[in-house]
């Protein structure tokens, strides 16, 4: 037991603390550091806005992407498949954005495969229609392309700070903590996925995706790293969305995220190799399919080995006490953001305990087959 208690507490030590810490030193011992330069020419720029029933938002999404500060040609494309609200009528008031629509609803996976036909630029940058882009955002974005071994380039997501959601702190400190790991991949090598706010592909190297795919975005940036191209990350190219409107609409978004996970770990094993994939196959691993499988069951294991060792000492009786006081902190935290409070302290035991408890519901609805590819999108606070 005592064995198994510091293996699991090692490794969620490793997974969240340790790997940053190692890819920072690896990247300083290296001297890596970003290749960013103006771009010669400016590549031909595609806009892609899946959008399903964002009659709220779409306007104002494309007020802000249509003013853009970019040197190149752009063109907009919106996919509204299966929306049955104004959408469409809203989109048709700008004449200058293309509207690729059909009645059936079949998912945004399936949208992205039916609407890459119809594009002929040379980046296709990918955005969500709940969220702004700041005006530089493009321009970040294609300095990464002046390498040619760059297949694809994320953004940044900011989460917005905003009084009327306590969620949001949790939200925004945890996407904080996120882009710091994704500059510091993106240094050593390529980043582990990619942020669907804002991410771009070269448009020659996208591969069609199961319709069924939960994680559009991750999927897309896999294939382009199997092609041996790397994904990069601009963090100049904001993308800032809103926080969810309360807990439980955050809920919803990290079980489905969850879900997408340990689907995306399964179809994306192969580059688990490190004899074909090298160092990426070590950042994928740790960044990305250790959080979606064993990181919950490393959280349970070091509390049940901790309390069968309660009779070896009062080292272990404190450690089980230091555990307890983490999780009745994070219990505390989500009972104060059920009501709408902020306890800035409980933050951190919060979420962290909330991610990984809809980590496990995601594996439930994944096994179950419960997950709609043509899922009911999370509610989040209006910019009104």
Known sequence: ????????????????????????????????????????TYPSIAILIAAYNEEEVIDLKLQNTTALDYQGS???????????????????????????????????????????????????????????LEKNALIALAQSYNNDKVGGVSGEKVVEKDDRAAAASTEGAYWKYESFLKRQDARLYSIAGAAGELFSIRTHLFQAIPEDTLLDDFIIAMNIIKQGYTVKYAPEAKAVEKPSFDIEEEYKRKVRIAAGGLQASIRCAAIMNPFIYGIFAFQFIVHRVSRWTVAPLFI???????????????????????????????????????????????????????????VVLGWIRYLKGNQSAAWQKATRLSYS
């Open 1 to 40: 037991m005592e064995t198994l208690l510091w293996i699991s507490i090692a490794a969620l030590a490793f997974i969240y603390v340790g790997y940053g810490i190692l890819i920072t030193v690896l990247n300083k011992l290296l001297n890596n550091k970003p290749q960013v330069t103006t771009p010669q």
């Open 74 to 132: 752009v063109t907009v494309y919106v996919i509204s498949d299966g929306s049955t609200d104004n959408t469409n009528q809203i989109v048709g008031n700008h004449p200058q954005v293309t509207l690729l629509w059909q009645a059936a609803r079949r998912g945004k996976s399936a949208a992205i495969n039916r609407a890459m036909p119809f594009i002929k630029e040379e980046i296709t940058v990918f955005t969500d229609a709940n969220v702004m």
């Open 300 to 358: 349970l294991l070091a509390f049940i080995s901790n309390v069968f060792l309660l009779g070896q000492g009062s080292f272990y009786q404190i450690l089980l006490l230091l555990q307890l006081s983490f999780h009745l902190a994070a219990l505390a935290g989500w009972y104060f953001n059920t009501i709408g409070k902020k306890v800035k302290l409980l933050y951190i035991p919060f979420y962290f305990d909330f991610m990984h408890y809809c």
